[in-house]
């Protein structure tokens, strides 16, 4: 029996049941852009970067089961269109300045908006104030730069066993919390070895003082465009 | 209008705003004269704006963000500021002796930017007055207007700066915003290829440095009366030198001199600068006025950059820099010489010795090692100083246990230089007003004895225009007199 497939942006690709429309495209190393999905973790849906259109509908490719005979379509000049206003909301939420974050280079946010030739933020900034947490000994947890994208939280509950992170509120107020009475996260027992640890896909959480170790040029965006990249296997950021 | 920032609030509340409405022009550098009854000029004032805003922004941010952080500071010398936050987070983290291959890249770096930035001001910002006069045309005294009489000198010029550039680029990683120096070190070393390239040109480019300090040379020379006097005042000055006095942009301790060449202090651990300097405030600017505590605020004033470190060091530890040094100090029959258009001459000296210490290390394999990085016992405040092209830089840092940063001072050249500033505008203003008008003549002698400070002004900076420039003239009783602006455009 032939192996089932679909089509994305007119290219075959296969899939095995169950495989959403992301985990087929990434299998075959197709680059659908992404923020809150990661292959080790169940997907949230959250951020919409990786909204598709199947036969003309808009939807999550990460949460769409892959069904023989869809015709997908990603790479269009109207989607990253929708693509790019929502990076660019992104970047006007927090507080995010490239030439000095330690994580430039290493920054999915950055990397996706070079990707999608995103030239200026275009909306005003919020400039909201989020004070750093920095009470652990070897972390640092900068919120100024939190997309919402919950990679943490669900790393945290559903693979280290531990829970140390939790959105609160709702809307335009959500922000991302540490689960401790004090709010700090000295007092959790979050650790390195955590994959909460090395899952963020921007500048928040962040190992102490090795911020500048690797030169800027020499990072992983730095070097390959996301799109090229080999896809990160489960438990790896 | 002049009355209500002659009285503005207390100043020490508004330090922190970083830009004064009230003083600041838009894009324009602002000078008050201030006569006194008997209609002469008794006081200048230079209204700049400063960058108090950083040292608030930066509390509460981890202490590695800070090298990279404060080169948002200031556009024009950023690995200025890149390396002197470097070498305060070094004692933060205990690093008390760099290896010798971060020691070499950072001075590396440093002497790249030297060189760039003298180039810059040399030639693109003040050859134009030097090579046409103050007050030729405006529209040939600028670059373009060099490049077409004096092409030679115009290519140099810009050759020079783009080698400054590519120093800094293959030890910073980048021309701007560089990461390159880290607290304990650095992160990259200089790979062979990249030392190679540099060493193609680094011949020339000592070469070109040498016809730059004699084309100055020249000029002072053929017309000493004007260079020597033109906006002279005496001042006490102060820079860091290296051991045994000898000039050294990168480390070293205080020594300052008095007007006469006296030295006041010397070997000073600059870790102490607060028992040394003091800041004054004065209520029509929130740029500070620094000053050496012994000597008060009347008399403790003092000069950086160039003209001071030349005539500070006992020696230049490299040959053909040494050789003019020398000639400078007997042209000034070894008394310290006080003119502001002996920047100039310093400042080409000084990229000569630039050009020769890079030339040095290109020759050192240390930059090709790779032991990049050191640490010790954390310290919960650090300082870190170095000679920047425009004269003394000081970072000052306390770090809490959790790494985040609760206090920042910085003094930047163009602060420690703000009472000479004004001195030397106030002595073209005797020098030049007639009567109690303002002139576009008076106003380009202003304009040329501020740029000799190189000051990290945008407006003193700008790139092919003039500076854009107003001068007003008040009388003793604060009424306006007189008024005449130039915007970059219509100039
Ligand atoms: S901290 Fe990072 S991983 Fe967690 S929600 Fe924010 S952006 Fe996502
Ligand atoms: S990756 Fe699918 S919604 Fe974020």
């Known amino acids: ?191 390195a070895d955590d994959m909460a640890a090395h899952v963020c896909p921007v500048g928040v959480i962040l190992r102490k003082r090795t911020g500048f170790s690797v030169p800027i040029g020499q990072r992983t965006y730095d070097i390959n465009p996301i799109s090229a990249l080999p896809q990160p296997k489960a438990g790896e950021s | 209008m002049t009355h209500s920032f002659e009285t503005a609030a207390r100043p020490e509340n508004l330090r922190r705003v970083a830009i004064d409405p009230l003083s600041r022009v838009e894009g324009h550098g602002k000078v008050t004269l201030l006569l006194d009854e008997n209609n002469k000029v008794q006081q200048a004032r230079l209204h700049i704006v400063e960058f108090r805003g950083f040292e608030k922004f930066i509390q509460g941010r981890p202490y590695w963000e800070v090298p990279v952080m404060v080169q948002r500071l200031c556009g024009i010398c950023p690995v200025s500021h890149h390396l002197a936050s470097s070498k305060a987070m070094d004692v933060i983290v205990g690093a008390k002796q760099l290896t010798p291959t971060a020691e070499k890249i950072r001075r590396l770096m440093h002497y790249g930017q030297i060189l760039q930035s003298h180039a810059l001001h040399f030639f693109h910002l003040s050859s134009p007055d030097l090579l046409f006069g103050f007050d030729s045309d405006m529209a040939k005294r600028n670059i373009v207007g060099v490049a077409e009489k004096y092409p030679d000198t115009a290519r140099q010029g810009v050759l020079l700066r783009k ?218 405040e650090g300082v870190g100083v170095i000679e920047a092209p425009r004269g003394t830089l000081i970072h000052h840092y306390r770090v809490d246990e959790n790494d985040l940063v609760t206090m920042c001072n910085l003094i930047v050249s163009t602060t420690h230089n703000n009472q000479a500033m004004n001195e030397a505008v106030r002595q073209v203003a005797l020098q030049y007003l007639d009567g109690n008008e303002i002139t576009e003549g008076l106003l380009n002698h202003i304009e040329v004895a501020i740029r000799a400070f190189d000051p990290c002004l945008s407006c003193a900076t700008h790139a092919l225009g003039k500076m854009p420039l107003q001068v007003e003239l008040l009388d003793n009783t604060g009424a306006m007199l007189s008024t005449f602006t130039r915007s970059a455009d219509n100039g």
């Open chain 2, 163 to 380: 080698f400054g550039q590519e120093v800094i680029r293959h030890t910073a990683g980048k021309r701007i915003h560089g990461t390159g120096a880290i607290p304990g070190g650095v992160n990259k070393s200089l790979t062979v290829p990249e030392r190679d390239e540099l060493l193609k040109d680094i011949g020339q480019i000592v070469a070109w440095s040498r016809d730059a300090v004699h084309l100055i040379k020249q000029m002072h020379n053929q017309n000493s009366a004007l260079y020597d006097g033109f906006g002279a005042f005496r001042a006490n000055f102060m820079s860091i030198l290296g051991d045994d006095g000898a000039l050294d942009l990168y480390h070293g301790s205080l020594r300052g001199r008095d007007a006469d060449g006296n030295i006041l202090f010397d070997g000073m651990d600059y870790q102490d600068y607060t028992a040394l300097i003091e800041e004054d405030v004065k209520p029509w600017t929130y740029m500070k006025f620094p000053y050496l505590k012994s000597r008060g605020p009347q008399d403790g004033w003092y000069r950086v950059g160039p003209l001071s470190r030349v005539q500070n060091c006992d020696a230049i530890p490299t040959p053909l820099a040494e050789m003019e040094r020398r000639e400078f100090i007997d042209y000034s029959a070894n008394t310290p010489l006080h003119a502001p258009l002996g920047y100039h001459w310093t400042r080409m000296i000084e990229m000569l010795f630039a050009a020769e210490m890079i030339n040095e290390l290109l020759h050192d394999d240390d930059i090709l090692g790779t032991d990049l990085m050191t640490s010790g016992e954390r310290a919960e």
């Open chain 1, 1 to 191: 029996m032939s192996e089932a497939t679909f089509t994305l942006d007119g290219k075959t690709i296969p899939f095995r049941e169950g495989q959403t429309i992301m985990q087929a495209a990434m299998a075959a190393a197709a680059y659908i852009p992404r923020l809150c999905y990661h292959p080790g973790l169940k997907p949230h849906g959250s951020c919409k970067l990786c909204t598709v259109k199947v036969n003309g509908r808009h939807t999550a490719s990460c949460t769409y089961q892959a069904q023989p005979g869809l015709a997908v379509e990603s790479d269009t000049e109207e989607l990253n269109g929708e693509r790019r206003s929502l990076l660019q909301m992104l970047f006007v939420e927090g507080n995010h300045f490239c030439p000095s974050c330690e994580a430039s280079g290493n920054c999915q946010l950055q990397a996706t908006a070079y990707e999608l030739k995103m030239m200026t933020p275009h909306y005003d900034h919020f400039f909201p104030d989020r004070p750093v947490d920095a009470s652990h000994p070897e972390y640092l947890l900068d919120f100024n730069r939190c997309i919402l994208c919950s990679l943490c939280v669900r790393a945290s509950r559903d693979v280290d066993g531990k829970n140390v992170f939790a959105l609160a509120e709702r809307g335009i107020k959500t922000r991302l919390i540490v689960n401790a009475e004090s709010g700090l996260l000295a007092d959790t027992n979050f650790s």
